[in-house]
């Protein structure tokens, strides 16, 4: 029996649906999604995702993440929207259709679905999310040297998603267009190129931080991320906890920063005391040479976890994060064991 997730909507289409595939139980509902990140988190048991042009977040990205992890996607529209057929088209979804259709009718439609096959590699670059809580803990630093580490080995991305306070544009002496903004309108456009939108470091891709933010939802600084994970390894500065838990949710790997003193470990624990799923990857960052050792223990004992990057507090390092240039090899190569298994889910 098909499991079949759907998109939360004031429409008509999506109670209607759901009251008749619990009557006929011709399928499995398993879940009805208010947040995109639901359906990712449990796409091992979705088939079928039934979605509604009119939710925002429904975009030709999103459709074709859900389709890259194997999840059917049936797209439905009101009479005659030709755009939202064209956003749905551009996607891939597998069945488009009228939501004005009889509720029976929509259930019959999606049970001709075959569930696609798990088997069939993931061409998606893999998602580093990098957090940590307020109060200078170097989260950018810690963004900017793991996209370089990242871009030693491939193709790949570093996107500014801190809309409260982007910060990279004039960390890399960068122009600030195009950024965060422009991208997500040529994501809505139909799917459109958002690697080439993005600006060029050789080969990383920067998309820095809007200053118009205002307009700019999480769930589409999403949309932009995804699409450049089509082409490669994203990085993405995901801004402070808690601001940054909608990019946080559609991630493979979190890189909590923790700043290596008594006040830092101790807002750092917190967080982590509460967190939920994969535990993340603790960066221990601005560690004194003379106490090194007593910094790991305290964040050992206060976290439970173990640092798997050491930052040392060095001039070099702190002085690259101001001169506009790259970051300094030491953080780089500091770094690099983060993106040494580039494999998703590795």
């Known amino acids: 029996m098909l499991r079949v997730a759907t998109i939360l909507s004031a429409r008509e289409w999506e109670p209607r649906l759901v009251a008749a595939a619990r009557e006929s139980a011709a399928v499995k509902l398993v879940l009805r999604a208010y947040l995109p990140e639901e359906v990712s988190r449990r796409a091992d048991s979705i088939d079928v995702v039934?979605?509604?042009?009119?939710?925002?977040?429904?975009?030709?990205?999103?459709?074709?993440?859900?389709?890259?992890?194997?999840?059917?996607?049936?797209?439905?529209?009101?009479?005659?929207?030709?755009?939202?057929?064209?956003?749905?088209?551009?996607?891939?979804?597998?069945?488009?259709?009228?939501?004005?259709?009889?509720?029976?009718?929509?259930?019959?439609?999606?049970?001709?679905?075959?569930?696609?096959?798990?088997?069939?590699?993931?061409?998606?670059?893999?998602?580093?999310?990098?957090?940590?809580?307020?109060?200078?803990?170097?989260?950018?630093?810690v963004a900017i040297g793991l996209a370089w580490a990242a871009a030693g080995k491939g193709e790949a991305a570093l996107v500014d998603a801190d809309l409260a306070g982007p910060s990279i544009?004039?960390?890399?002496?960068?122009?600030?267009?195009?950024?965060?903004?422009?991208?997500?309108?040529?994501?809505?456009?139909?799917?459109?190129?958002?690697?080439?939108?993005?600006?060029?470091?050789?080969?990383?891709?920067?998309?820095?931080?809007?200053?118009?933010?205002?307009?700019?939802?999480?769930?589409?600084?999403?949309?932009?991320?995804?699409?450049?994970?089509?082409?490669?390894?994203?990085?993405?500065?995901?801004?402070?906890?808690?601001?940054?838990?909608?990019?946080?949710?559609?991630?493979d790997s979190v890189i909590f920063v923790v700043e290596a003193s008594p006040v830092g470990i101790v807002r750092a624990s917190r967080i982590v005391d509460t967190w939920v799923g994969a535990p993340p990857v603790l960066v221990l960052n601005k560690v004194r040479r003379n106490r090194r050792d007593d910094m790991i223990t305290a964040l050992r004992k206060w976290s439970g976890l173990e640092p798997q990057v050491v930052i040392p507090l060095r001039m070099a390092i702190r002085t690259a994060s101001t001169s506009g240039s790259a970051p300094h090899r030491s953080l780089v190569r500091a770094l690099h064991q983060i993106v040494g298994g580039m494999s998703r889910g590795g």
């Open 50 to 141: 039934v979605a509604g042009a009119e939710t925002s977040w429904v975009t030709p990205t999103r459709v074709a993440s859900w389709r890259r992890l194997g999840i059917r996607v049936v797209g439905v529209h009101s009479r005659a929207d030709q755009p939202a057929i064209d956003r749905l088209s551009a996607g891939g979804a597998d069945l488009i259709l009228e939501e004005d259709l009889d509720a029976e009718q929509l259930v019959r439609e999606i049970r001709m679905l075959d569930p696609r096959s798990r088997d069939q590699p993931d061409a998606r670059g893999r998602v580093f999310a990098v957090t940590g809580v307020r109060g200078g803990p170097g989260r950018t630093e």
């Open 169 to 251: 544009a004039v960390r890399l002496g960068l122009p600030p267009r195009p950024d965060l903004a422009d991208c997500v309108d040529v994501a809505l456009d139909r799917g459109g190129d958002v690697v080439n939108a993005a600006q060029a470091i050789g080969r990383l891709r920067v998309v820095p931080g809007a200053l118009r933010s205002a307009g700019i939802r999480p769930e589409s600084a999403v949309d932009v991320v995804e699409a450049l994970a089509n082409a490669g390894t994203v990085v993405v500065d995901a801004g402070p906890w808690t601001e940054a838990s909608t990019v946080i949710g559609s991630a």
